[in-house]
């Protein structure tokens, strides 16, 4: 009789034990840069490759349309436009100039041009040709390549009390 | 039984049936237990004890309900579970990346997530609910997750048209058609164009037999497996057309015969008058007034020559046409003269233009060519072929069918096998159990059996016909993506009518000028009505723009208007009539509705219009920073010195209105001008002129050294 409660038992815990400890699969984890929309090789270190995301990649393609004439030291077509311009324009990896801007003030500055915030005049606005959204993806994409690294500042203070 | 032992066994039973009672209610709690410890259930409740502890909780859990989330699309056949467990995808607080999987927000994209599911960009399985079967491959569901860097192959699913948000699509269309994919493939939205490969009707008047074998043994063009491409052995970013075919030495022998008797029209006469050979012959400035020739002929805007520079030989110029370094040592010189005077005369279809030759400078620039342009160790190890046999030739013509040849290369009388390749149009929905994968030790996966087989075509199937293409890893990947996108035709009509086709651009002007455009090929690198190449300018709506005169003048003697640019248009030698033929087309019928030449009067400016429109272009707006004027001012766009003498004043009103209404995709941000500045600035900017004068040979050298020193 003894037997059969130590099979009952075993039997039990065994039925227990089996359901409960079913293995998870791991989900996938790719390597960042195969699981990159696009990449930009760092501009101060070529062996370094940084993976953007849809928006920042957007926001690659845009500024090598629009912004590479004067604010890159190279540009497609050859030699940079930047040093024909006073005050010279910031290169766009600029992080210790750039990151202290606010968003706020790039998006600003951006669609309305350099006049309309007291700076140079020779940053023309680009509101009336880029949306508000291929605007961001700049701002995304210089955040992207900013050295040094560009650290967002703290979250804003919640508008809820916390729990 | 004795009763005692009948009482003893109820209760031996009892205990039984005690314990399998306990043993019933414990299995029957498993079913419960096990549904509670469901995957997609823990990722639930997970996600509500991640929540709590996030200052928006509330804004988080709005839509949560605690079973299963469902995007169900019946037009195209998707049922999208994945927001079971991917709950924060949409929410904008949880984009930042310290955020866990699989609660992260997905980076902001054109479509909505919550519309359009997540299966549809990534595949995947969509209506499984665990974890492993959503994402890998499974016997029930063999498409798994597309890797990331591949997924703007799904754009192209249903975007046929190509997206400036694509970049890494586009670049692999593109190669599929440069490359003469669809020589052997049927690509669908890759068309066939009139000449693949070279025309090789006439190839004996142009090449030797050993060349031809030398050629395709080794082609000039080749990637090493690094995907650096050289050119006769010079670095260059060109594209490798011609792939390597695994010949054996009888088959090159074969080939090689075959090609060398394909003689079917003779050189159309190609004497250069002997007055102008006895005067030139002895002079000792020949050779190097030809290449000054060559060089002010622009002709490498489209060809490019091995040039050592600091120790250093890399290829400058264009790759329109072919590379030309060796070119002396290739060609017959016969052929070469006949060729330059009509290209057409010897393939209709290719891209060269006509020029208008003179004997002399015909001549000069031939004796340049096949004196300068040569490597007498061009046909190093190619072995005495001697006269073809009839039996080489037999050979040579059935391997020329068989090996494909004839999918790419034309030879008049000889008729392709249509389809030789397999037909790719719905590759990149296949299964993998569809697949061949041979011995290759590879995944089993779509993705790395299409780029094993574009690395190697034998590694997947020892009997491939299809030549070895070598790659670096972003064409190699953007193929990959082309070829995933195309998942062949939609199945269900809602799904057609999601389809963004491809726009078919088109231009076929007639009468004089379509003659004229036809000899200059214009469209090789000027775009009309979104037809043409990129090189130079779009000039769908130059008849706007321009001044009649200007152009004609600027026809007959090209100048850069860009002081960046490095190519810039060749010297055709038109002749007057050419050049008004083409000007009066284009004022004409080359107009944009919103730039019509005749409707502002220049006679309405008045000077203090110019001096306020020049206080606007230097001080207000500093045009100077991107405009160059009398020599100072910016690279980005054209110089305006002889803005007066070159634009019409509507266009340039137009054009500050709106630059974007009229050339879409110009870089000149479009302002917010009140009409009193935009009269003002036109009114300046016709003052500004500047008489172009012929140039000097002394400054072409000049500026083609300067531009040969920015290199490419």
Redesign the interface.
Known sequence: MKFQVWIGALLLVTVVAISGCRKHAEAPKPDPLLSAYDTEPDWTDAQKIIPLDYQQSQGKRIFYQQCVWCHADATPAGPSNRSNLTPVPPVLNDGATLNAESDEFMQNIITLGGSALGKSAMMPPYGKMLSAEEIRSVMAFTRAVAQPAYEPPGRPASQYSPK | MPAEEMGKLTG?TR??FA??S??FL??LA?SP??DF?R?WKQYKRSYLRFT?GR????KLLADYRPDIDQIWLPGMNVVDRCTTCHQGITQASLADKAVP??FRAH???PHNVRDWGCTVCHRGQGPAT???EA??STLAWEQP?L???F??ASCGTCHYANL??T??LTRGRELLAELNCQGCHRLPGIERPVMLGPDLTNIGTKVRREWIYKWLKEPRTIVDKDGDVTVNGYETEEEPRMPKFRLTETELRGLSAYLSVQKAKALAPSKIDVRVVAAWSKNPELISQGELRFRQMFCSTCHSLAVTRAGETKLIGGDIGPELTKVGSKVSPDWLIAWLRDPQGYLPHTRMPRYGWSDEDLYKVTQYITTKLTDSDLLTGVPQLGQPSEQEIQLGHRLFLEKGCASCHLIDGLNPQRDFGPDLSALGGKNASDLEFGAAKIPHNLVSYIQAKLQDPTSVNTAARMPQYNWNQSDLDAITTALLSMKGAPATSALQNLVVARKEAAFHPSGLFAEVFERYKCYTCHKFNGYGGNLAPDLTYEGSRAQRQWLVDFLKNPQTL?P???LRMPQFNMSDRDATTLADYMTMVLQHPAANPASVDAKQFTPPMVALGKQLYE????CQ??HTVGGT????GPNLNNAGGWLTAAWIEAWLRNP?ALIP?T?E????FTEDEIRALTAYLMTLRQSIKPQKTARITATHAAAQG??R
């Open positions: 031996r205990v039984i314990v399998s306990v043993v414990a299995v498993i237990f096990k410890r995957e709590q200052p928006d909780t509330k999987q699989p980076p902001p994209i665990e974890v492993a994402h890998e997750i890797p990331t860097r997924v703007q400036p948000q970049p890494q860009r960046t640019l490095v001080v207000k707006y500093q920073s991107c001012g910016g690279y980005v974007q995709d870089i941000p479009r302002r917010s920015a290199g």
